[in-house]
């Protein structure tokens, strides 16, 4: 499994997110090297590092995707809570006319 960005003291993960990207980075590269190695033999990375320029960029993606799934996850939730408090405020105007 490939490293993810930790959240700090406060449960934020974009604070310490430039100080976290180049250790992410190096365990990614080794990652993809070993991974490589490991399917198509040992050696195979380091001939061809078009194909872990490609593994990492990959990774970069899947990490950016998730990134923005979890903020849209965040702000759909805080978007439904808003709407479910509405609601709740409309009928209680309702019910006292």
Known sequence: ML?????????DFDTDLQEQAPRLVGEHLRAAVAQVDATLGEGFAKAHPELI???LQATALGMGAATIARA?????AEMFAANQRAVEDARGQRQQH
């Not at 490293?3 to 449960?11: A, C, F, K, V, Y």
């Not at 849209?72 to 759909?76: K, Q, T």
């Open 72 to 76: 849209v996850e965040g702000i759909a």
């Open 3 to 11: 490293p993810t960005p930790e959240p700090d003291d406060n449960g």
């Open 53 to 55: 320029a490609a593994f």
